[in-house]
């Protein structure tokens, strides 16, 4: 499990087996139950974290009050608000499993150690926040001009595995239309 966290890491540089060892002891084993916050709006983000199982989604309410899907997070993946986290200001966004979710977590402390202590680690860091940030923009709710079928279809061609993992309710937020008109996208497609 730890393997899949570092073979990650290892793509934005070296670290040798005291660095890796020295990461290994600052991070920990966190499992959420479907429907529990990573984190959430009006409080200060706690981890970042690493997902070995499951799928987060982030998420947010408009001033309708309505539930706004933003992005979907999963395997091999770090699930951060990280702006937020790194300043240690309260998140704007919920950041909520949509499956019972394992994940390796790093607490502030243990991230800033890791900073401190590992030369190169902040130049990695932000590669690795630019790959996850860019990764999420690129998957990030589409834009309303194209139709919905077509929002759907690049839906399933960027999150292959998750359209019989997570509701269809999210997915239809997701992608900013109603359940009963993803249903009937679903059915014109099959």
């Known amino acids: 499990m730890m ?6 890491i290892l793509q934005f540089g070296d670290l040798n087996k005291q660095q890796i060892e020295f990461l290994l002891s600052k991070v920990e084993m966190l499992e959420f139950k479907k429907d529990d916050y990573l984190s ?3 409080k ?3 981890y970042v974290a690493f997902v070995l199982e499951g799928v987060f989604r982030f998420c947010y309410y408009n001033n309708k009050g309505e539930e706004i899907t933003n992005y979907f997070v999963d395997e ?15 998140a704007s966004e919920y950041v909520q499993a949509v499956t019972d979710c394992k994940v390796l977590v790093f607490n ?3 991230w800033d150690q890791i900073s401190d202590t590992i030369v190169g680690w902040d130049m990695m860091k932000a590669n690795m926040v630019k790959k996850c940030l860019t990764l999420a923009m690129e998957r990030r709710s589409p834009l309303v001009s194209e139709d919905a079928t077509t929002r759907y279809l690049s839906f399933i ?6 359209v019989n993992r ?3 309710s999210y997915v239809a937020s997701y992608l900013g239309i109603t359940q009963q008109s993803l249903s009937r996208i679903r059915r014109n497609i099959r």
């Open 166 to 168: 997570i509701p269809l």
């Open 108 to 110: 502030k402390k243990s």
């Open 44 to 46: 200060v983000p706690r």
């Open 76 to 90: 091999g993946n770090f699930v951060v608000d990280n702006q937020k986290f790194e300043s240690q200001i309260v």
């Open 157 to 162: 061609e960027a999150f292959p595995n998750l």
């Open 3 to 8: 393997e899949a966290l570092i073979n990650l």
């Open 40 to 42: 959430e709006a009006g």
